[in-house]
């Protein structure tokens, strides 16, 4: 018995084989090596958007914190970048003793960032509450003040006598950008 192919069905036959080849060829030489590498990254990728949200979430929290604290210490950050004026210190709080001196201190080694004032001061005072009162006023003033001990109160008479020294500390990074 024989078998009558059309030319047109060879060709068909021929064209399905080489297809069928190319196929299987193409797959197994680039499809399947690349499907593996393209599953490790795909892995990877997982991992690195995991840690990515991680850090983003980490970051988000922290700018939160961040802002909570700026919000809260506004005062003290406003304080470091506002510059100290010794006549509107004077002015400020001379009505709480009788003599107000403020002197620049040299530089010192410790506080290279900031710039240092003495502060003596000698008053008169009935009672030691006019002192603390001072001393809440420089607490909320626009400086970073220290004050130095040891505090001396003498008393004479009705009259308390106090001596004592402050440090200002005034931000040089600040005023050179102003």
């Known amino acids: 018995m024989k078998i009558n192919f059309s030319r047109q069905n060879i060709y068909l036959m021929t064209i399905t084989l080489f297809l069928l080849l190319f196929v299987l060829i193409f797959s197994f030489g680039v499809l399947i090596p690349k499907g593996k590498e393209y599953r490790m990254e795909k892995t990877e990728l997982k991992k690195e958007n995991l840690e ?44 709480f003793f009788s003599s107000l001196s403020v002197s620049k201190v040299s ?21 030691p509450k006019s002192f603390y009162n001072f001393l809440d006023a420089i607490n909320k003033s626009d400086w970073i003040i220290a004050v130095n001990f040891p505090i001396s109160f003498k008393r004479g008479g009705e009259m308390i006598s106090s001596s004592f020294t402050m440090k200002v500390y005034n931000n040089k990074e600040s005023n050179a950008t102003k």
Do not use: C, W
């Open 107 to 127: 530089k010192s080694d410790d506080e290279e960032e900031f710039s240092v004032y003495e502060v003596n001061t000698t008053s008169e005072i009935s009672s």
């Open 52 to 95: 990515l949200r991680q850090l983003s979430d980490f970051s988000i929290e922290k700018e939160v914190i961040l802002q909570k604290l700026q919000s809260d210490n506004l005062n003290v950050i406003k304080a470091f970048t506002t510059e100290f004026n010794p006549e509107r210190f004077e002015k400020q709080h001379k009505s």
